[in-house]
């Protein structure tokens, strides 16, 4: 069965540093990986996503991730954190098949720290 | 702005009653899907509707009903609703609804309260 697991249910990070949030798959097919994010009482907003080709993705706000298919893990990072960057992240899989759905992780809190 | 509109903002019932909740996907999208929010059991998919049919369906109860119009609103019905039933509920939409890789616009979600 197709899963997508965030191990950690919030992450603190000071403003400045450089954040992970880490993502990992299980899919029986070649994944279709994405990154969403959810601000207090706002609807989700994608960030970027990995199809094929470059395993280092550049999305929205200064955001990457990397696609490591070994580890089969696809973590969010971003150089140097912010503090408006404090929010609830998801990461998200989709493999196409007869009956395709996007799978959502239970999300990451990231709390940057003024 | 995502360009996905979902109405009513806002909904306070009782146990046992039906509500609707409606979805106006982004232009051009044909693809609606419906997710649940709760703090317990996190982003649930429901189902999925591409141009008036069904085409993906989630952990959507029984209680729990859905379509798309002929001119791509969707509606999602919720009876005999329980207080278990009260959450965040989002509508998203995208260009098409399979063998696709386009990522999923999102509404600003209809919070449900259930008294």
């Known amino acids: 069965a197709q899963s997508v697991a965030q191990p950690e249910d919030q992450v603190n990070v000071a403003e400045g540093n450089p954040l992970t949030v880490k993502c990992t798959y299980s899919?029986?097919?070649?994944?279709?990986l994405f990154w969403y994010v959810q601000y207090p009482n706002r609807g989700l907003q994608f960030l970027l996503k990995?199809?094929?080709?470059?395993?280092l993705v550049k999305g929205s706000y200064g955001f990457e991730a990397e696609f490591n298919k070994s580890q089969t893990s696809f973590h969010l990072k971003k150089p140097s954190a912010l503090v408006s960057d404090s929010a609830l992240y998801f990461c998200?899989?989709?493999?196409?098949?007869?009956?395709?759905?996007?799978?959502f992780g239970k999300g990451t809190r990231l709390h940057i720290l003024p | 702005d995502s360009g996905v509109t979902q109405t009513p903002k806002h909904l306070i019932t009782a146990t046992g009653q039906r509500v609707t909740l409606r979805c106006s996907p982004r232009s051009g999208d044909l693809s609606v899907y419906w997710y649940q929010q709760s703090l317990d059991q996190g982003l649930q998919f429901l189902i999925q509707y591409y141009n008036g049919e069904e085409r993906a369906k989630g952990n959507i109860l029984e209680r729990f009903s859905a379509q798309q119009f002929p001119d791509l609103h969707s509606e999602l019905n919720l009876s005999s609703l329980e207080l278990g039933d009260s959450a965040l509920y989002f509508c998203?939409?995208?260009?098409?609804?399979?063998?696709?890789?386009?990522?999923?616009?999102f509404g600003p979600g209809t919070r449900l309260t259930v008294l």
């Open positions: 998200a899989v989709r493999v196409l098949n007869r009956d395709d759905k996007i799978i």
């Open positions: 990995y199809i094929t080709g470059d395993n």
């Open positions: 998203a939409s995208s260009v098409i609804g399979t063998n696709t890789y386009n990522e999923q616009f």
């Open positions: 899919v029986s097919g070649n994944p279709y």
